[in-house]
Nanobody
């Protein structure tokens, strides 16, 4: 079965950190741009970050630049999102998916989503 599975979410205080993982099963991530997206209650899903197939290029939404870092380990078939200096407005369900970047904005390449992982930033 071809799927991406997200993990690593949780409850964290403002200013805290979390690292999300996205593991692929049933296929090899090597040839794909992979990104992170998030959806807060009552809001549309937005692109947060995207990384090229080699890992040589990374892209971020303005709202997370300087705080989030995307990386990948193709040997482990995994993409990570290190989130630092978390803010309450980062609270959302986070999803990983194949991504593309158009005019500096991050979009999903396919409309196919896993269960996501919940990130809650609250004191």
């Amino acid at each position: 079965q071809v799927q991406l599975v997200e993990s690593g979410g949780g409850l964290v205080q403002p200013g805290g950190s979390l690292r999300l993982s996205c593991v692929a099963s049933g296929f090899t991530l090597d040839y794909y741009f992979i990104g992170w997206f998030r959806q807060a209650p009552g809001k549309e899903r937005e692109g947060v970050s995207c990384i090229s197939s080699s890992g040589g290029s990374t892209y971020y939404a303005d709202s997370v630049k300087g705080r989030f870092t995307i990386s990948r380990d193709n040997a482990k078939n995994t993409v990570y999102l290190q989130m630092n200096s978390l803010k309450p407005e980062d609270t959302a369900v986070y999803y990983c998916a194949s991504c593309m970047v158009v005019a500096g904005k991050i979009f999903p390449k396919y409309d196919s989503w896993g269960k996501g992982t919940q990130v809650t930033v609250s004191s």
